[in-house]
């Protein structure tokens, strides 16, 4: 098992230096620099050729690109184009934002999606059951920013209602934190909730058919260890990696919940960076992202050790 | 009661659409104290949901539309089809015992042997103890003959193999003593050389337990190693049943008799294999008459129009055919 931790995450390696070249070339090959951002409407060649200078966009691109990834080993990924601060704080900082709002959607998505999926599996076919398949579809077809800008009219217009404006920390100010981070937790949640929900009902759908589910009963199980110990945990696993690769996503996906409710998390750090070219922070940005994705899928696959005995690692 | 279980008027139904289908039909079976009783047909006629419905285990939408069943239990006569959930769940497993026709899958593959040994009988006796329940455990595994008891009760179903996994099943089965084992083709998702070792199993732990056994199988081998007495289904009926040297003996249906023939036997003259043409009419396109009719190779007139009714040919020996009684079913 430790054997196999520590060759995943000499996996990683390889992965983080292909993201960033392509992140490197995907950044030269999209029109604008950073340099124009900065002067605007007032460069001149001088002010232009002093400013590459400073940032080091004077040298050849491979230069350029091996001068950042020598840094970045070291722990240091280079400071802002445009703000000079340096990233590598600035992530963590808008990481903390990012991982309550997707933690938060999830447990939302857990409390609900897990009980009705388990509902709707026991109630095949019932009133019930259509009924949540309806809304699971729904969560599932709606778009976020969709039913997010839908909730904030309604709230607004119906009741006079806005989220707080400006983001105060979970430490801060616990209610208002909660009053701003809820209702996007909500909305990401209710997207999540649709597919764990389905993906539940099958699970235990399949799970439920089975002999051992039977054998248990023949045993005079009380219907509760029936469900929940036998059926339930069997049917975990799918769950399980459905709500890991959802975790993981859910990093990058609240760029949109986060500019609509403007929240400062890392969504929006990485968007703001794209749109002032501005390539430390997005590359920071990014590579972040795709280290935290490769470790959730760690823990999935180290958690599944602990549900089935049947997997093991060498 | 005389009977340990007694069956009357058995009928179950399933839909199908919005069409109620009928998959049993009035079956009646007296199982007696101590016996073994076989149940024998050929997939579908309807021999393993009748065992499902004595435990009231028929998976949804199959249900018992009519009939009674009623169970001698220890502590007084049951109707087992009007008990309530938890009376059933308290007759499950202590009172009536069942095992499945595949060990690989009726073992939660998620936990150890113990702990599913412990399950049934702490579902039964919640006040026992951790050690008492190790101990009865590794009792029951060294009556199955597992070797390595301890060993195996740390084990998870996938590290070990059918034949071993069925012990464990009735290893399972009886750790509450109790009084009917129903068995749903024990042996035949299992290799030969171990069926005779499950079964000569069976025999003795039943000798030593004063338990009854239904025994559900479509191999006629099983029937003759195992029981005493022995019913024949088909398409939802008893069509013969007796006593399991006058059914191989005197065998009276013609149900039967191609059954019997089509079983190989080593030592007897090469001949190709006997098979009795066509396939079992599965429920709801069964026809009026006998439903063996159209299978039959000594079918008359008379048959395709009216039901036998089940009457008796010999002392304890019941057949449905006109061959053998002109009375038909009302």
Known sequence: MRDYIIRRLLGLIPILIGISVAIFVIMQLIPGDVVSGILGIEQTPELREMWERKLGLDKPLVEQYFNWIGKAVTGDFGESFRTGAPVFPEIISRFKISAELAILGCIIAWIIALPLGIISALKRNSVIDRIVRVVALMGVSIPNFASATLIILFLAKGFNYHTPVKYVGLLENFGTNMEIMLLPAFILGSVMAGSVMRMTRSSMLEVLRQDYIKAVRAKGAPEKVTIFRHAFKNSSIPIVTLIGMQIGSLMGGTVVIEQIFSIPGLGQLTLTGITQRDFPVVQGCVLFIAFVYVIVNLLVDILYTYIDPRITYT | ?330
Request: net charge neutral; charged share 25%.
């Open chain 2, 1 to 330: 009661m005389d009977n340990l279980l007694e069956i009357r008027n058995l009928k179950i139904t399933t839909l199908r659409g919005k069409n109620t289908v009928r998959l049993l039909d009035r079956v009646d079976l007296n199982i007696r104290k101590k016996c073994s009783f076989g149940i024998v047909g050929e997939s579908g006629c309807g021999k393993s949901i009748t065992a499902n419905a004595i435990l009231g285990l028929l998976p949804y939408p199959l249900q018992v539309s009519e009939g009674s069943i009623r169970y001698d239990s220890k502590d007084g006569e049951k109707e087992l089809l009007k008990l309530s959930k938890k009376e059933m769940r308290s007759v499950r497993g202590q009172e009536i015992s069942m095992i499945f026709q595949e060990p690989m899958t009726s073992l939660d593959p998620i936990f150890n042997v113990e702990m599913q040994m412990n399950e049934a009988l702490s579902f039964h006796h919640p006040r026992m103890s951790k050690g008492e329940m190790r101990d009865r455990a590794l009792e029951m595994l060294r009556r199955v003959n597992i070797p390595r008891p301890e060993q195996t009760l740390s084990s998870y179903p996938h590290q070990l193999s059918g034949g071993q996994l069925q012990r464990i099943m009735i290893a399972i089965a009886l750790i509450n003593d109790p009084r009917l084992l129903l068995a749903d083709e024990p042996t035949t998702a299992l290799d030969v050389t171990i069926q005779a070792q499950i079964l000569k199993l069976m025999n003795d732990l039943k000798e030593q337990n004063d338990t009854s056994i239904i025994m559900i199988t479509h191999d006629l081998g099983v029937i003759a190693e195992t029981c005493e007495e022995v019913a024949v289904f088909y398409a939802g009926q008893i069509v013969e049943q007796a006593n399991v040297v006058d059914l191989f003996t005197q065998t009276a249906h013609p149900y039967t008799q191609g059954l019997l023939q089509a079983v190989t036997s080593l030592g007897s003259e090469t001949r190709k294999l006997y098979t009795i043409p066509g396939i079992v009419p599965p429920g709801g396109q069964w026809n009026q008459g006998c439903r063996f009719a159209d299978r039959c190779s000594r079918c008359m007139e008379k048959c395709r129009g009216q039901m036998p009714a089940l009457t008796e040919v010999a002392p304890g020996h019941v057949c449905r055919c006109f061959l053998h009684s002109e009375e038909a079913e009302a």
